[in-house]
Nanobody, 122 residues
Framework: QVHLLESGGGLVQAGGSLTLSCAVS????????MAWFRQAPGKEREFVAV????????YYADSVKGRFTISVDNAKMTLSLQMNSLNPEDTAVYYC???????????????WGQGTQVTVSS
């Protein structure tokens, strides 16, 4: 069983930065995918970024490429998402999630955190 707890969300002005963290507990394997997804009001949950538990295989959604950086510290059992140059379209609830492989599809993920709200004002 894997448990996830996000933190670091908040209100930021357009152009600003935030770093999200996800505390991970449970047993994980090197092939596991650790991802961030987001869901804006009235929209479907969408993929943001993914990395393997041992730090290879980074992939990003086109909408965040070059602005967001995903990282993992398996010694500290933490997944992070550094978000720069934020814009109002980034406003959403952000979720961390774990899959048994590096994937980008929502249904591939079995474990989810409760989410943290990110609001970007214009």
């Amino acid at each position: 069983q894997v448990h996830l707890l996000e933190s670091g969300g908040g209100l930021v002005q357009a152009g600003g930065s935030l770093t999200l963290s996800c505390a991970v507990s449970g047993r994980l394997f090197s092939t596991y995918g650790m991802a961030w997804f987001r869901q804006a009001p009235g929209k479907e949950r969408e993929f943001v970024a993914v990395i393997s538990w041992i730090g290879y295989g980074r992939y990003y959604a086109d909408s965040v490429k070059g602005r967001f950086t995903i990282s993992v510290d398996n010694a500290k059992m933490t997944l992070s998402l550094q978000m720069n140059s934020l814009n109002p379209e980034d406003t959403a609830v952000y979720y961390c999630a774990v899959s048994n492989s590096v994937r980008t599809e929502v249904p591939a993920y079995s474990y989810w955190g409760q989410g943290t709200q990110v609001t970007v004002s214009s």
